[in-house]
């Protein structure tokens, strides 16, 4: 959700990350990943959560791979295979646990992020 008050950040161009992937970027001290991807419909969409994954401890999101699990557009952690919902940054495996998520748009070529 986006409010008047919030302030976008520059963080990269979309040429940076290629279609179907996540790259890590540093945002107010944070890795954050950021993942461009194609939804059932064909639409491109951009998602941003928290690169630390908390089942291993690691900043590998990112790197995990993208795909769908029934309408939720997914990224499996590449250590432990759990899947966080892109949307939401919950975990499907464990409910009891998420990531933090961040708003994105796309400004022209620009992937921003707001604070």
Same mark, same amino acid.
């Given at each position: ?55 291993? #401890?690691?900043?590998? /999101? *990112?790197? $995990? &791979? ?7 557009? +997914?990224?499996?952690? @590449?250590?432990?295979? #759990?899947?966080?919902? /892109? *949307?939401? $940054? &919950? ?7 998420? +990531?933090?998520?961040? @708003? ?12």
């Amino acid at each position: 959700m986006t409010t008047a008050h919030q302030q976008w950040f520059d963080i990269c161009n979309i040429d940076d990350i290629l279609p179907s992937m996540g790259r890590c970027a540093l945002f107010n001290e944070l890795q954050v990943a950021i993942f461009r991807v194609i939804d059932q419909s064909g639409q491109e969409k951009f998602y941003a959560i928290d690169n630390f994954c908390p089942f291993s #401890q690691s900043n590998t /999101l *990112s790197r $995990g &791979l993208t795909g769908s699990i029934t309408d939720k557009i +997914v990224v499996a952690s @590449p250590i432990y295979k #759990q899947h966080f919902e /892109l *949307s939401t $940054g &919950l975990c499907l495996e464990d409910d009891s646990v998420s +990531v933090k998520t961040y @708003p994105v748009r796309l400004n022209g070529c620009t992937i921003q992020l707001a604070a």
